[in-house]
């Protein structure tokens, strides 16, 4: 790239991936626009951490207002992209010299299980969202019954459980997992908020139950529990009575209830491993014996997919597409978007994030994700002759959405609340509502 050459990135997303992609870009003297669908920036940090971890947010909030504060830098929130949005990706793409797409996965993962639509049946990210105050989320009641089923293994099934264990202190929490106990994916760190919650004779008893099958492929049970228990280091004081159990080779195939009452339980369908033919990998297989168990609450912690409706081809489980062959590779990883009915990338247009592969590790992740991204995006710039006017697309978004928010009303923003905070005698406060965000900045 030439010294007097500026392109123009549109960056569509302000989570951890696009937020350090645009810091690497902008220091690369491109003219980036930085367009978000909420109103502040911070994606799945502002709003997907636990919402009492004030020290890890505020820390991520000083870096983030440090990339936005960079002189090549605009930023634009509460601008939506899709085929229903206030723009979309095709007339992004004729203002801009590249675009870099960084949304995340914005869209809920379901099994299509009879019961679903039942009332106080739910995805976790939505519940997420809720008690982060993100709008519209925020605005919306999500009441929790006595006995709840959280249906995954991870982290964010940790989160829900936190939530409802030491928050809304519910009478019984169970994870259903739909393989062994070596597969959950939480850390020790995560099990340690509700270790002291934990049944220990019901986890003995699960990992007896399951002893011969995880025998059978290779798996030892008792390191499975050993990694369970060794949260009991740094186990927080129970606040709650509240009991907390596995329920491991357990699959959820049915939601039993009805509108009037809502959930009273789920059937679940016992299952076992089998070894594939490459002889290292397991599969979940059905054994036709099923379980019903009483409840109130279901949430589903099973991951994430993309918007369908962003404007770029999907996969059947929910991720966009990318170039198989990529012309621009970072450590032989695709970060181009594809079109296969033709055949032929997406040209200019870039992916990265959860937006590149949905519900994939953390911020840093994220973060090293959005670089190789920028990386990708550079690689390409090399290769043609910057033509694009950041103004084009500037006032693109100040005639078609009035109500966008800039980078220096962030700041009024956060000002607004801190006040409001300390007003309250609270830790932090968040407006619950975009139209109470855009008040506060008119005042």
């Known amino acids: 790239m030439t010294e007097k050459a500026h ?32 109103v502040k920036p911070g994606g799945l940090a502002e709003y997907g951490i636990f919402f009492d971890k004030y020290k890890m947010k505020n ?15 605009h930023y634009f929130g509460n601008v939506s992209v899709g085929s229903n949005g206030d723009l979309t990706l095709s007339k992004i793409r004729e203002m801009a010299d ?20 039942l009332p106080r049946v739910y995805h976790a990210k939505d519940v997420v969202y809720h008690y982060n105050h993100l709008p519209p989320w ?83 049970p008792e390191a499975a529990k050993a990694f369970i228990v060794s949260a009991e280091k740094r186990a927080q004081p129970a606040v709650s009575a509240t009991r907390f159990r596995f329920e491991f080779l357990s699959n959820t195939i049915h939601i039993v209830g009805n509108h009037e009452q809502g959930v009273t339980g789920i059937v679940t369908e016992d299952t076992s491993l089998q070894l594939r033919q490459d002889g290292t990998t397991t599969r979940s297989v059905s054994l036709g014996t099923t379980r019903f ?25 929910g991720e966009f ?45 994220a973060r ?39 980078k220096a009303q962030i700041e009024q923003l956060e000002t607004a609340e801190q006040t409001a905070a300390s007003e309250q005698n609270l830790p932090e406060f968040k407006f619950d509502s975009n139209q109470a965000m855009l008040d506060a900045l008119a005042e």
């Open 368 to 406: 090293k994700d959005g670089h190789n991204g920028a990386e990708a995006v550079l690689d390409y710039l090399a290769t043609i002759t910057p033509a694009s006017d950041p103004t084009t697309l500037i006032n693109a978004i100040t005639m078609i959405q009035p109500h966008s928010v800039t």
């Open 7 to 38: 392109p123009v990135v549109a960056i569509i997303g302000a989570g951890p991936a696009g937020l350090y992609a645009a810091q690497q870009l902008a220091d690369s003297d491109c003219h980036v626009i930085l367009l978000n669908r909420d």
């Open 138 to 220: 925020s605005e919306r009641t999500y009441p929790f019954g006595r006995k709840v089923a959280i249906i995954g293994a991870g982290n964010v099934m940790l989160d829900i459980a936190n939530y409802a264990i030491r928050h809304l202190e519910v009478d019984e929490v169970i994870a259903i997992v739909r393989r062994d106990p070596s597969a959950v994916k939480f850390t020790r760190k995560e099990m340690s908020l509700v270790y002291n919650n934990l049944d220990l004779p019901a986890l003995d008893a699960e990992i007896e139950r399951t002893r011969l099958v995880m025998e059978s492929v290779g798996k030892e």
């Open 59 to 73: 820390g991520l909030r000083k870096q983030f207002k440090s990339i936005l504060a960079h002189p090549n830098m």
């Open 321 to 365: 597409i990318k170039h198989p062959r990529p012309q621009f590779p970072i450590d032989g990883t695709s970060y181009e978007a594809f079109d296969p009915k033709v055949a032929r990338p997406i040209t200019g247009v870039f992916l990265a994030g959860w937006a590149r592969q949905a519900s994939t590790g953390l911020v840093g992740a």
């Open 293 to 317: 168990l009483p409840l109130d609450t279901v949430v589903f912690a099973i991951g994430d997919q993309v918007d369908g409706g962003f404007g770029l081809p999907t996969t059947e489980w």
């Open 98 to 117: 590249v675009v870099l797409v960084t949304v995340g996965a914005q869209g809920t993962k379901w099994l299509g299980l009879p019961g679903e639509n």
